[in-house]
Nanobody, 121 residues
Framework: QAQVVESGGGLVQPGGSLTLSCTAS????????MAWFRQFPGKDREFIAG??????YADSAKGRFTLSRDIARYNFASLQMNSLKPEDTATYYC????????????????WGPGTQVTVSS
């Protein structure tokens, strides 16, 4: 089972930016894909963005969030989040699965421990 670790969460003011990073113990392109989810208290995890050979975004992330790979590092991707709002406050998780990006969290086989993002003045 792959090991996954997130980093980069923290406190940011509304309108600010934050970059989350994810490192996995497997190669992303070709065999595995990597995705970001977030979870609000008492809610299920929701898909934000996923990357493999292509990149996919939830409607809530389009235009504000950018997910990208580091070509030189086959197991690393970062989620750039701009124009953050208080309603973006959540625990953010990185996950990996084989083959294709999915918005269904139950399909992902390995998860990081999560990183807290708080948007507040």
């Amino acid at each position: 089972q792959a090991q996954v670790v997130e980093s980069g969460g923290g406190l940011v003011q509304p309108g600010g930016s934050l970059t989350l990073s994810c490192t996995a113990s497997v190669r992303i392109v070709g065999h595995y894909v990597m995705a970001w989810f977030r979870q609000f208290p008492g809610k299920d995890r929701e898909f934000i963005a996923g990357i493999g050979s292509d990149t996919y975004y939830a409607d809530s992330a389009k235009g504000r969030f950018t997910l990208s790979r580091d070509i030189a590092r086959y197991n690393f991707a970062s989620l750039q989040m701009n124009s953050l709002k208080p309603e973006d406050t959540a625990t953010y998780y990185c996950a990996v699965k084989r083959y294709d990006v999915s918005q269904d969290p139950s399909e992902y086989t390995s998860w990081g421990p999560g990183t807290q993002v708080t948007v507040s003045s």
